[in-house]
């Protein structure tokens, strides 16, 4: 069963403005962290922002903010202010301890994101 | 000053020919791991390691070995390379295996086999 769902494969956000990328999960473990991950065409594969399951706040990082509902299984990433820049495939991932570690990343399909002027 | 680095970049080919892919990084992290990114973009692990010893091993063909001399690098060998075998390969690291709060990927290898 697949752990990790974007259910979005492409938006597209005007300049300036606020976007949200879907990511929900699935797991028993309790304790577990989610990643996000952008991909700009270059290829390269760029950390931008983290939550573990038993962080109270959401974690914000700078222009990027993690919208958090565990009840939910949801870890939704919330880009403001996009900028043309943003234009990239991003990747939202899941690290659990089922496997009997807890350094395993495991990935969603990705959601194309498009910055528009 | 590259935290993780790949090489090669590109890596163009025959079906049956073996071929490496070294990496490494300099922060000084303890695991080191290898995705695979197919052409649709989607990226699965296939092995970690942590501290030069094994730790995981996905269900990945033993065409495929990966090699960690020193906990600073993680080479990736394949025998026998077959079409399916295109793809990105990426190298990463993090911290520790319990505690990686984020991992730090390299640029990627493109390997095309034809």
């Known amino acids: 069963a697949q752990k990790i769902t974007q259910t979005q494969p492409g938006m597209f956000v005007q300049e300036k403005e606020a976007v949200t990328l879907d990511c929900t999960y699935d797991?028993?473990?309790?304790?577990?962290?989610l990643f996000w991950y952008k991909q700009p065409s270059s290829g390269e594969m760029i950390f931008l922002i983290y939550?573990?399951?038993?962080?109270?706040q959401n974690a914000t990082e700078g222009r990027y903010s993690l919208n958090f509902q565990k009840a939910r299984k949801s870890a939704n990433l919330v880009i403001s202010a996009s900028q043309l820049g943003d234009s990239a495939m991003y990747f939202c991932?899941?690290?659990?301890?089922?496997?009997?570690?807890?350094?395993?990343?495991?990935f969603g399909t990705g959601t194309r994101l498009q910055v528009t002027l | 000053d590259t935290a993780v680095s790949q090489t090669p970049k590109y890596l163009v080919t025959q079906m049956g020919n073996d071929k490496s892919i070294k990496c490494e990084q300099n922060?000084?992290?303890?695991?080191m791991y290898w995705y695979k990114q197919d052409s649709k973009k989607f990226l699965k692990i296939m092995f970690s390691?942590?501290?030069?010893?094994?730790?995981i091993n996905e269900t990945v063909p033993n065409r495929f070995s990966p090699k960690s001399p020193d906990k600073a690098h993680l080479n990736l060998h394949i025998n026998s390379l077959e079409l399916g075998d295109s793809a990105v390969y990426f190298c990463?690291?993090?911290?520790?295996?319990?505690?990686?709060?984020?991992?730090?990927f390299g640029p990627g290898t493109r390997l095309t086999v034809t």
């Open positions: 990463a690291s993090s911290q520790d295996i319990h505690r990686s709060y984020e991992q730090y």
């Open positions: 797991t028993s473990d309790p304790s577990y962290g």
């Open positions: 939550q573990g399951s038993y962080d109270q």
């Open positions: 991932a899941m690290r659990d301890s089922l496997t009997g570690t807890a350094s395993k990343l495991t």
């Open positions: 922060l000084g992290h303890d695991t």
């Open positions: 390691y942590n501290n030069k010893e094994l730790i």
